[in-house]
């Protein structure tokens, strides 16, 4: 082991400490006061409900951890956006899992939150997988109603998704297991099968204080809207439980007898782990991510038995294509090569950028993936595409649409891993969020930006002491650095794959050891959704 190794290693499992340091602190929700005053009302708390609904010894893939992280500081957070989701196994099935945290402002809805249970909906629909509710919320957080109630994305598309998705024959089941209040009653009984726990589950349009101030009615909250109320003289839900867990228990008796539907079909052999040490990958990520690397070498520690099949491995070197199999799942990976090549041709070519014959081989192969029915991942770390009077002249412009237009058109699952850097246009051809990936993941070492943050910062500077000047105003050159200083900090903190996660631009932030896990998870997500539409890529520039 050489000491450059030496030193990447120890930084990023420095950075994989981080991550599950803050993973552990997002789990607190609110904290441990009103975890305990969940308890003693007899109610489990969110990821209690889904820990002990999921089938024993399963993998609950969290979707949206951090969510809200570091966001409406003023209101005190609002950590996982007041709401748990990801895809489990319930009685073997898989599904998609949200549960509202009432430890977080009473699991009230943050316009964030309107926009995380929307995402848990799309991987529902995408993947065509069924959906429990967990339903224990106050309704839309009214300090901030202007920004969660009236728009296309805001809460009301849940129910528009509800009914839709009823009408695609997606299961739902919901289980009232506290408040719910106002529109949000709608949610529960949208659903195929709503049930509600007896004492502490209440669904209504309004609360006892709106009806006494509504029509002058004094009545109590289980009176009004109680598990007897509903399940025995509205018939609003279907039935009632003594408990949490009797509850839950009886969604895994109804998952247990769900039919199968059909399935992709896509290829699945024998998992195998790879050869070579996955976790070699700590030492041969650079610390300092503007040094190269070959990604080939990465890429043989994903993949199973460390096998790799390169398409056109001499052409268009800048990314590196190819098929493989991720356990035992056959995908195709699009992925930026970071070291230095040379073309045939005798261009020196630098990693992370994409070039005119680069981006014609990446085209070529996802259209060849999509024709063989291979689903489709992309390994991030791109600087964007190649500029300059060269590449304009050589028509980088029609090559870059020509690549976007495949995979924007692609109609096989495809998956995206930043590993590192996703500025500007290359964000967008190599799968950003923009383009559905049916999963975005991010390793702790991402950065996510229009540029670098050292060209941005220097920009901005540029921008903004020309406006100085053009106001007559001198700028010395200690408050010129002074200003570029406060600018690179503030853009590298926005390029940070937390900012990213914070906002759902990212599903998830990993240690890279869990990477084949959670394609392998997506994968098998996805094969739930058979592929129903003709893949046309349009008018191909040329």
Avoid at 453 to 466: R, S
């Amino acid at each position: 082991m050489n000491l450059e190794f030496a030193k990447n290693e120890d930084h990023l499992k420095q950075q994989v400490f981080l991550l599950k340091s803050r993973l552990k602190e997002v789990a607190m929700g609110g904290g441990e006061k009103r975890i305990a005053k969940q308890h003693a009302k007899g109610k489990l708390t969110a990821r209690e409900r889904i820990a002990y609904l999921t089938d024993e010894g399963s993998e609950f893939l969290e979707i949206g951890a951090f969510t809200g992280y570091d966001m409406y500081t003023e209101y005190g957070g609002c950590p996982s956006g007041g709401v748990v989701m990801g895809i489990g196994r319930v009685s073997g099935k898989q599904c998609v899992i949200v549960a509202n945290d009432a430890t977080v402002k009473s699991g009230a809805w943050f316009p964030i939150t309107a926009k995380k249970n929307l995402r848990a909906q799309e991987v529902a629909i995408e993947n065509r997988l069924p959906i429990i509710y967990l339903v224990d919320s106050a309704g839309i957080f009214l300090p901030l109603q202007a920004d969660v109630f009236a728009d296309k994305e805001h809460f009301g598309r849940m129910f528009r998704n509800n009914a839709q998705m009823s009408a695609m024959g997606i299961v739902q089941v919901s289980a009232i297991m506290g408040s719910c209040v106002a529109g949000g009653a709608y949610l529960p009984i949208m659903s195929d099968e709503a049930m509600i726990v007896e004492g502490t589950g209440s669904i209504f349009l309004a609360g006892p204080y709106l009806v006494k101030s509504s029509i002058g009615e004094d009545v109590d909250a289980e009176t009004l809207g109680g598990a007897t109320t509903h399940s025995e003289i509205s018939g609003v839900t279907d039935n009632k439980f003594p408990d949490d867990k009797s509850c839950l228990d009886a969604i895994r008796r109804t998952f247990d007898k769900l039919g199968d539907n059909e399935k992709a079909g896509f290829n699945r052999a024998e998992p195998q782990l790879p050869q070579l040490k996955q976790e070699e990958i700590y030492g041969m990520l650079p610390a300092d991510r503007t040094k190269p690397y070959d990604m080939v070498d990465i890429i043989s520690r994903l993949v199973d038995n460390s096998e790799f099949d390169q398409y056109k491995e001499n052409y268009g070197k800048s990314i590196v294509c190819g098929r493989a199999r991720i356990d035992g799942w056959a995908v195709g990976i699009v992925a930026n090569q970071r070291k230095i090549v040379k073309s045939k041709k005798g261009e020196m070519q630098m990693g992370g950028v994409i070039y005119s014959d680069s981006a014609d081989k990446a085209a070529r192969f996802i259209m060849t993936c999509n024709q063989q029915k291979i689903p489709l991942v992309f390994l991030q770390d791109v600087t964007g595409f190649m500029v300059g009077s060269r590449s304009e002249h050589g028509g980088i412009i029609k090559d870059g649409a020509k690549m976007v237009s495949a995979m924007a058109n692609s109609v096989v699952p495809k998956f995206t891993i930043v590993i590192g850097n996703s500025y500007g246009a290359g964000n967008y051809a190599m799968c950003g969020k923009a383009y559905d990936p049916r999963l975005m993941i991010a390793w702790p070492t991402a950065k996510i930006a229009v540029m670098s943050g050292q060209a941005a910062a220097k920009t901005l500077l540029q921008i903004q002491t020309a406006s100085k000047k053009a106001k007559g105003e001198e700028i010395s050159k200690e408050e010129e650095e002074n200003l570029l200083n406060k600018i690179t900090d503030r853009y590298n903190n926005q390029m940070s794959p937390y900012y990213s996660a914070a906002r759902l631009w990212v599903d998830a932030i990993i240690d890279p050891l869990d990477t084949r896990k959670v394609i392998s998870q997506g994968i098998e997500a996805a094969n739930h959704a058979p592929i129903t539409q003709r893949y046309n890529v349009g008018v191909i520039q040329t």
